[in-house]
């Protein structure tokens, strides 16, 4: 039997094949990845003999000694990708060091590491790559002998016309550019800010542990809440300065820039648009969320951002029907979204905030409108899953406990579908044969559906398939390439993205997690393809929390 076949993926050891011109770096860990990244001789379009090929070897980097000999899987096929695939498990091969992997008539994978840290430096990167994104500001960082600069952009942030205020302005600098383009958009604010957030409740320690390099903007604060407070900061900003608790749904120029564009070069008049109730419940979430966060480093921001909130909260409950952003004459990014679910996490995360029963009870009655459903596919658009996870993992008194043992069901259910779904895959993507605009980015993200589950009822399989995730985005995959730009093997090198087409480095802006395809096989490493290869916080947070989780 012919068959055209990547070359086999590996339930083993190896993530990521660094980007030169460091030496060949590779992230692993030793629990249950691939090893892809195969050197030149063995392009994936090669035709091999599949059942020629029976065995396995990982030879030492250095003396090329052979430290792990395997039969390889059979021959798994799967429809999607039209491929057939082998599986060389080398999972039991746990000693530190530099590797590689042969198929005797295939060819040999780049070398790659097994050691306890093989995260470290991708989560690091993950991470500085919300503060390469920093709005307002002059970023200047060097990334392996490439020096990525913008300076101080959008200063004139925002004109008030859009909220009944013609000629009238207030700041609204800082916070983060939403993704390739420069726009600011309260609702991707809300899940970007509660995937972090989650990140830093549950894994602080870890966090703290490593260093992200990031100046002094917040002192006091470790650095990951620096890097959260330079975004609060902004959103607490696109409350209305009426004092009303309204929210403008977004700060952006009616239309995105022209693509070549640096950040300070987009001079393009930037308005605050009209308020949406899904933004003003975002801003809720987040803010409450973010108070918690502050509180043990400064009592005085944290008592703000929850007090903001409270606002906003309030005028939600006096306005109990969806209300939709008026795009007008803007033609940048919508983020439509009805405002149920936003609603629940908002009150979700007060009631986690104060303690209040009112919070308490208007969550329980919304969580019963959404049928205490939980989610496996979840994007900017659904915040359902915020507020089961949130409810789910409260050490608070008052809950219901047929609800709290209904969501928790639900979490473990969708949890143990997004493992099962992994372990069908011939790539052990989680999300199997899902796929759409961003769907990278539901990728990390389903990790933290795992992660809930794992507090609820451990179990090693959640974190395994939290791996699974990591490594499917850092290059077992179908392309044999790493999704995150200068990350992993053969990474992408023309996201969507305004700074890297734009300036004059060769290579794009480190660190970030690109959509990918709306079919298992069409994603294309081409700019101009914003559907298959921007950047975008959302995606981003996933990322970041993904790797969190593996460290
Ligand atoms: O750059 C924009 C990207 O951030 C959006 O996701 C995308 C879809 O809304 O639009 C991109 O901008 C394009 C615009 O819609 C049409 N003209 C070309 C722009 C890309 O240069
Ligand atoms: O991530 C968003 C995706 O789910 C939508 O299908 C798409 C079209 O509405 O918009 C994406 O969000 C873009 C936003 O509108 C503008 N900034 C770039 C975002 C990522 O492409
Ligand atoms: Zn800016």
Redesign the pocket.
Same mark, same amino acid.
């Not at 939403?178 to 383009?181: I, K």
């Not at 940048?332 to 439509?336: D, E, L, Q, S």
């Given at each position: 039997m012919k068959t055209r076949s990547i070359l086999p993926v590996l339930l083993a050891s190896v993530l990521v094949g660094c980007s030169s011109p460091a030496p060949e770096t590779t992230y692993t860990d030793n629990f249950r990845h691939s090893a892809l990244g195969f050197l030149p001789d063995a392009e994936k379009e090669m035709t091999i003999n599949l059942p020629d090929a029976e065995s396995f070897r990982v030879r030492r980097a250095d003396n090329d000694k052979v430290v792990f000999e395997g039969a390889l899987s059979e021959v798994l096929s799967q429809e999607d990708v039209a491929q057939s695939v082998r599986i060389a498990d080398f999972s039991e091969l746990s000693k530190t060091g530099e590797y590689y992997l042969e198929v005797p008539g295939v060819g040999r994978s780049r070398n790659f590491v097994i050691a306890d840290n093989v995260y470290d430096d991708a989560y690091a990167h993950a991470m500085r790559a919300f503060y390469l994104w920093r709005c307002g500001t002059a970023i200047d960082y060097t990334f392996e002998g490439k020096r990525y600069q913008q300076d101080i952009c959008h200063q004139g942030d925002g004109h008030e016309d859009y909220i009944g205020n013609a000629g009238q302005s207030h700041d609204g600098t800082g916070g983060w550019h939403?993704?390739?383009?420069y $726009?600011k @958009?309260t609702v991707?604010a809300g899940i970007t800010g509660f995937t972090l957030l989650w990140a830093w409740e549950q894994f602080a320690p870890a966090l703290q542990s490593i260093e992200i390099g990031l100046p002094e903007t917040a002192p006091g604060y470790p650095e990951f809440l620096k890097e959260i407070k330079w975004e609060t900061d902004w959103l607490l900003k696109m409350a209305y300065p009426d004092g009303s608790g309204k929210v403008s749904h977004k700060l952006t120029a009616l239309n995105?820039s022209g693509f070549y564009t640096m950040p300070e070069e987009d001079l393009q008049a930037r308005y605050y648009t009209d308020w949406s109730s899904a933004a003003v419940a975002d801003y809720v979430g987040f803010l409450a969320q973010a108070s918690r966060a502050f509180a043990p480093y400064d009592a005085e921001y944290a008592k703000k951002c929850l007090d903001a909130a409270k606002v906003s909260y309030d005028f939600l409950k006096s306005y109990p029907t969806q209300k939709f952003l008026m795009q007008r004459e803007f033609t940048?990014?919508?983020?439509?979204t009805i405002d149920p679910d936003d609603r629940m996490w908002a009150a979700a995360e007060m009631w986690e905030s104060t303690g209040e029963k009112q919070y308490l009870e208007d969550f329980e009655q919304l969580a019963e409108q959404q049928k205490f459903t939980v989610d496996v596919n979840w994007?900017?658009?659904n915040m359902r899953n915020l507020g089961m996870f949130r409810y789910a993992v409260s050490q608070r008194e008052g809950k219901n406990p047929e609800i709290d043992a209904k969501i928790k069901e639900n979490i473990i259910a969708a949890a143990d579908e997004i493992v099962a779904t992994a372990e069908t895959d011939v790539y052990a993507r989680p999300m199997g044969g899902r796929y759409?605009? $961003?769907c990278n980015?539901t990728v990390g993200r389903q990790t933290l559906g795992l992660q809930v589950a794992d507090i609820l009822s451990p179990d090693a399989k959640y974190l395994a398939t939290a791996r699974d995730a990591v490594a499917h985005l850092f290059g077992r995959n179908y392309y044999d390439r790493s999704f995150v730009t200068r990350l992993g093997f053969n990474p992408p090198m023309y996201p969507?993205d305004r700074r890297s087409a734009a300036d004059d480095v060769h290579g794009p802006w480190p660190g970030y997690v690109v959509?990918g395809g709306h079919t298992a096989t069409d994603w294309i490493d081409n700019q101009d393809s @914003?559907?298959h290869n921007?950047?975008?916080i959302?995606?981003q947070a996933g990322l970041v929390f993904a790797l969190a989780y593996c460290l």
């Open positions: 939403d993704a390739g383009d $726009g @958009y991707n995105f940048t990014g919508a983020y439509f994007d900017w658009d759409y605009w $961003g980015g969507h959509g @914003y559907s921007e950047v975008a959302n995606w």
